[in-house]
């Protein structure tokens, strides 16, 4: 059992530690202060839902379909790019930029419509949460607490994030600091969107 639990939260940590899509729209909501507990709350419970599906056997189903794969592909790339954009011209446009942003903050809703979006439009996440963390779970002596492991690694990651990026955000208050964070934002989002568009989806961890 605590075998199981262990491999779960190191497998998942090590896939969700490596900064995405996901992991950079949080870190900037956080840094911006903007309902970013309610995203990390988001991205923890569609992680929860995807692991259990995956052991649940909808991977079987994205295997049995893979056009369902190509058209969150491409979905992904275009929402990657409009993401990808908007940080470009936040970073171009500077300090005073972000003010008025603060001003104008989003709503609620509109934030979790964002969060869900880049959350379930970067078909890695799939590949990921239904196929990979799934086949290893699998082969577990207890796959309930391996599901479990996985999703205490994710309520840890998204936590630290929220947390950490609000915590920092006086610090880096600097315009060239936040020019700096949103520029970086910008070429994460546009570095995944074209090798997704060029690349595909690299599926070769989940046929080994």
């Known amino acids: 059992m605590l075998q199981s639990y262990l491999t779960g939260l190191m497998v998942c940590g090590g896939i969700i530690i490596a900064i995405g899509a996901q992991n950079a729209y949080l870190l900037g909501q956080a840094f911006r202060r903007e309902h970013h507990w309610w995203s990390a709350v988001l991205c923890m ?15 079987a189903a994205l295997v049995a379909f893979p056009s369902a ?7 992904g790339v275009a929402f990657l790019l409009w993401l990808g954009a ?4 936040r970073a171009i446009r500077g ?3 972000l003010a008025m942003e603060l001003d104008q903050r989003r709503s609620l809703g509109t934030v979790l419509l964002a969060t869900l979006a880049v959350t379930l439009l970067n078909p890695q996440v799939y590949l990921d ?9 699998a082969q577990q002596s207890d796959p309930l607490f391996f599901v479990v492991g ?10 630290l994030l929220a947390w950490g990026g609000s915590a920092l955000a006086p610090v880096l208050a600097r315009p060239m600091a936040w020019r700096t964070i949103d520029g ?25």
């Open 95 to 97: 300090r005073s930029a």
């Open 69 to 75: 794969l190509e058209v969150l592909r491409w979905a």
């Open 45 to 59: 419970s569609a992680d929860a839902l995807l692991f259990s599906a995956g052991m649940l056997g909808v991977s």
């Open 86 to 89: 908007t940080a470009s011209m």
């Open 129 to 137: 949460t239904l196929l990979l963390i799934p086949s290893i779970g």
């Open 184 to 208: 970086v934002i910008a070429v994460m989002m546009l570095a995944i969107a074209l090798h997704l568009m060029f690349n595909g989806i690299d599926t070769g961890p989940v046929a080994a």
């Open 150 to 159: 996985a999703t205490s690694a994710s309520v840890v990651w998204f936590t």
